[in-house]
């Protein structure tokens, strides 16, 4: 499995960003999605998952109403909508991929997910 993350930039606050996640080498339906984000000097955080075989998703908090988790089968893409981007978004953000049901409530949990892309990064600034 490879993943691609990308569609990072800079924005002003309140801007929008649309981060893309490509998937290749994923031959499986039951696949649990991650966004996963970590601002400087700061551990990983989950930001937003999607469960494929129910179309479940999970959110942070934090990005709760700002954030959207969408999946493209077709194009086996996640998709990553942000709007109303806060300076407390900006940092580097990554996609990953496990094969199988993630629990609901350890959808965010990285230890759960085990191929991970490279970061995309976002800067937002005030």
């Known amino acids: 499995v490879q993943l691609q993350a990308f569609g990072g930039g800079s924005v002003q606050a309140g801007g929008s960003l649309r981060l893309s996640c490509a998937a290749s080498?994923?031959?499986?339906?039951?696949?649990?999605i991650g966004w996963f984000r970590q601002a400087p000097g700061s551990g990983r955080e989950g930001v937003s998952a999607?469960?494929?075989?129910?179309?479940?998703?999970y959110y942070a908090d934090s990005v709760k109403d700002r954030f959207t988790i969408t999946f493209d089968s077709a194009k086996k893409t996640a998709y990553l909508q942000m709007d109303s981007l806060r300076p407390e978004d900006t940092g580097l953000y990554y996609c990953?991929?496990?094969?199988?049901?993630?629990?609901?409530?350890?959808?965010?949990?990285?230890?759960?997910?085990?191929?991970w892309g490279h970061g995309t990064l976002v800067t937002v600034s005030s």
């Open positions: 999607f469960r494929k075989w129910d179309a479940v998703t």
């Open positions: 080498g994923v031959t499986c339906d039951a696949i649990t």
């Open positions: 990953a991929v496990d094969i199988g049901q993630i629990t609901y409530t350890r959808m965010l949990d990285d230890d759960e997910y085990h191929f």
